[in-house]
């Protein structure tokens, strides 16, 4: 048995609607047999008679009344769902999902994602925040529209993502005011082992460029005294304001503390064969998405705002 289609559903209703095969052709726009064809092929199909032919007029049955609700409410739904597309692609509706490791979800992608939702308010945007590691991961799983990482990303998730640079950061290490180091504006490069360090976990972006950084140095991140390894950024500098050891921290978390005086930054000479400073730690933000998953009208609109409002580190 053949479906009855929607081109079908239409012509029915203007017969209905106009009780007459020829006004309903000219409603349409269509020849007077094709009326007549489908109104027939319905009747054949479903066995039923729709109308009742009465001379030169029609009248509806029975069940062309019950088809006649159905028809309706069907092509209601139908021009919804149009709509709905329309309103996609038209960024009146839509949802976007991110994922942001947390030193990007907390500092630098609120302003961001407010701009966004200024320009286009009727776009929900879901945010989850976790380390890089997680977002990256779930990026390339399809969790997220939108990965924001920064830190590298894994060697085995490269084919499957594409990266793009959208901002950038420095990381800066930080003590507190009760630290031998406070009074300090730079310590060698030695001295490095000398003290407790608060660290961020493995899978961290911050944990992962303080370790290149380290043996860009030629230091062995194993050889520095670990005290604590957090997964939150704010613990480990609630715990160094406190004046517990060193820690390497994004300049975008510490800036507050830095102008109250509650952190002090601390450069690091390399006083190995008067080599002098060392060059600061700096990191790009990432921007990841699947290299052949669909991207919505919203997710572009979203990448084409990030790219347009990169600035360096000092601005953001």
Not at 17 to 25: G, K, P
Not at 198 to 218: D, H, N, V
Request: proline fraction near 2%; glycine fraction near 8%; charged fraction near 20%.
């Amino acid at each position: 048995m053949a479906r009855m289609t929607l081109e079908q559903l239409r012509i029915f209703l203007a017969v209905a609607e106009n009780l007459h095969f020829t006004r309903a052709a000219e409603a349409l726009y269509v020849t007077q047999p094709a009326v007549s064809a489908a109104i027939q092929s319905l009747e054949e199909g479903y066995a039923v008679k729709l109308f009742h032919r009465i001379g030169r007029h029609i009248e509806i049955t029975e069940a062309g009344i019950l088809l006649q609700q159905e028809a309706q409410q069907i092509l209601d739904k139908v021009q919804l769902c149009e709509r709905g597309l329309r309103e996609l692609n038209d960024l009146q509706r839509g949802e976007l999902n991110l994922g942001s490791s947390l030193t990007i979800g907390n500092y630098w992608l609120p302003g961001r994602i407010s701009e966004f939702q200024r320009q286009y308010p009727r776009i929900s945007v879901k945010c989850t925040l976790a380390n890089a590691d997680t977002i990256s991961t779930g990026t390339a799983h399809g969790q997220f529209d939108i990965g924001l990482v920064e830190g590298e990303v894994h060697q085995s998730l490269k084919n499957v993502l594409e990266e793009e640079i959208i901002g950038s950061d420095r990381l800066l290490i930080v003590v507190g005011k009760s630290h031998p180091w406070y009074g300090e504006s730079q310590i060698c490069l030695t001295q490095l082992s000398q003290t407790e360090w608060i660290m961020r976990e493995s899978g961290s972006g911050t944990q992962q460029r303080f370790e290149q950084a380290l043996l860009s140095w030629g230091i062995n991140p194993q050889e520095l005294n670990v005290i604590s390894v957090l997964n939150s950024g704010e613990m480990v500098k609630a715990i160094v304001e406190r004046g517990l050891g060193a820690a390497a921290i994004s300049e975008l978390m510490v800036k507050k503390e830095l102008q109250l005086n509650t952190l002090r930054a601390i450069a690091i000479v390399d006083d190995r064969d008067g080599r002098g400073m060392l060059s600061e730690i700096s990191r790009p933000f990432l921007k990841l998405k699947h290299r052949q998953r669909f991207q919505s009208k919203a997710c572009q609109a979203f990448e084409q705002m990030l790219l347009s409002s990169v600035l360096p580190c000092c601005e953001i």
